[in-house]
């Protein structure tokens, strides 16, 4: 064989070889399982009502809840980490960031911090210090100033002394959106009613992108996470089901 015919035929070869490889990776991508779609949102049920109802009475009935989140305030990251008491209507949390660490303590209507070091576990220092001291920096919670105060009064509507009706949070638009975990533990995801009202005729049919809270909800009806909306942005919020110290302030509030 000479070597321009060794030459043409090697050249043929690796025109075969090539193809083979396109060819197979064509099969391979066309074989592919396409990625597992969500499933769409849809009403809740009526079991799934009741289970959503008992939600804030959970935490009002576990007394403190503590959480954990992040934010963003004014450019500056926040994390927080601390209790709820959802009896004593009183929050309590340490705020870490690139600052001094702060205790912080609100109630429904005031906000306050001080500086103060977290304890071993990443929680604020206890007893709360007197609502009388000098280091507490106050003022009222204001939404609309503050991200964190958005965050804050939410996190204080989580809990009621009553369970709510499932009834009622059927008809204002409550939905199922999908089955989860939290740290393995099996949850159901809701999308809460963007209002306690049921839609008017006129009004826009209600989805899972109108609704500024998202529960997971384990089956006892104990929450697990809070996504909830600040703006255009979701805020996640994790709880764990260990109850947390009743809380309490020498000379009143925060």
Not at 192 to 212: L, Q
Request: net charge negative; with cysteine; charged share 15%.
């Amino acid at each position: 064989m000479t070597r321009r015919r060794r030459t043409a035929r090697f050249a043929r070869l690796l025109g075969i070889v090539a193809a083979l490889v396109l060819l197979l990776a064509g099969c391979s991508a066309g074989s592919a399982a396409p990625e597992p779609m969500a499933p769409p949102a849809r009403p809740v049920t009526t079991e799934e009502a009741q289970l959503l109802a008992v939600v804030r009475f959970n935490n009002f009935d576990t007394g403190t809840r503590p959480f954990s989140t992040s934010i963003t305030e004014k450019g500056t990251e926040l994390e927080l980490q601390g209790w709820i008491d959802y009896a004593g209507h009183l929050g309590y949390a340490e705020v870490t960031g690139s600052f001094t660490p702060q205790a912080l303590l609100w109630n429904g209507a005031t906000v306050g911090v001080h500086d103060s070091a977290p304890d071993a576990h990443g929680n604020p220092a206890l007893p709360i210090k007197d609502a009388s001291s000098t280091d507490w920096v106050s003022h009222p919670l204001d939404g609309s100033t503050s991200r964190l105060d958005s965050l804050l009064i939410v996190l204080g509507g989580l809990g009621s002394d009553r369970p709510e009706n499932p009834l009622l949070l059927q008809q204002a638009g409550a939905l199922w959106l999908r089955a989860d975990t939290v740290d393995g533990v099996p949850v159901t995801v809701f999308a809460s009613p963007p209002s306690d009202n049921p839609p008017g005729a006129g009004d826009p049919a209600i989805t899972a992108d109108t609704s500024p809270l998202r529960l997971w909800v384990d089956a006892a009806g104990l929450l697990r996470r809070a996504e909830i909306r600040l703006g255009a942005q979701w805020q996640t919020v994790d709880f764990t089901d260990t109850p947390g110290p009743s809380l309490s302030v020498a000379g009143g509030g925060g």
